[in-house]
T-cell receptor, first 116, second 115 residues
């Protein structure tokens, strides 16, 4: 596609509900990142995929957060039993690997999650 | 661990004037990249400019330029001839040259452009 696409743009969840956020990276981009951006803050790293392999999940805040990219393209970030502190914008980014190096990351418009 | 600090929560500039946004960072690595991203209300992060740490020459992209001081670990963004469309949140970001290449962002500076 022309850019990184995320859906839904907005999601309201009741506390305790499970949610799934989708990211469609730029076609051919090997690397995919998820970030969490709380209100008034900069994005914080959650997890990183290279193709279908999740190489770094050090930023996932708890075991309620789970991400997958089964075929190396579309990725889903799942949050189980949502809590109010999960309210944030979730950004997805993708990039190309050139000679083993990640190039510039292209970001989607994010999903704003509000837990009520 | 690396950190990025933006000490100016908000800045204002008159249209057509010049403004400088500050950023400092901390790292023990010698090879890394620095970025400035713009985030308008649409929330999409847009790359403004990037700097490779091994390059001494400051990066320039049209009206945007940086002052990269490696020893001082400082990376400021200068916007010349400010335009109304420059109004946005600006984030400074650090990325290691090794590992997973995740970005570490500062807390951002909100830039207002006054007509």
């Amino acid at each position: 596609g022309a850019g990184v696409s995320q859906s839904p743009r907005y999601k309201v969840a009741k506390r305790g509900q499970d949610v799934a956020l989708r990211c469609d990276p730029i076609s051919g981009h090997v690397s995919l990142f998820w970030y969490q951006q709380a209100l008034g803050q900069g994005p914080e790293f959650l997890t990183y995929f290279q193709n279908e392999a999740q190489l770094d999940k050090s930023g996932l805040p708890s075991d309620r957060f789970f991400a997958e990219r089964p075929e190396g393209s579309v990725s889903t970030l799942k949050i189980q039993r949502t809590q109010q502190e999960d309210s944030a914008v979730y950004l997805c980014a993708s990039s190309v690997l050139e000679r083993g190096m990640n190039t510039e990351a292209f970001f989607g418009q994010g999903t704003r999650l509000t837990v009520v | 661990a690396q950190t990025v600090t933006q000490s100016q929560p908000e800045m204002s500039v008159q249209e057509a004037e010049t403004v400088t946004l500050s950023c400092t960072y901390d790292t023990s690595e010698s090879d890394y990249y620095l970025f400035w991203y713009k985030q308008p209300p649409s929330r999409q992060m847009i790359l403004v400019i990037r700097q490779e740490a091994y390059k001494q020459q400051n990066a320039t992209e049209n009206r945007f330029s940086v002052n990269f001081q490696k020893a001082a670990k400082s990376f400021s963004l200068k916007i010349s001839d400010s335009q109304l469309g420059d109004a946005a949140m600006y984030f400074c970001a650090y990325r290691s040259a090794i590992g997973t290449y995740k970005y570490i962002f500062g807390t951002g500076t909100r830039l207002k452009v006054l007509a």
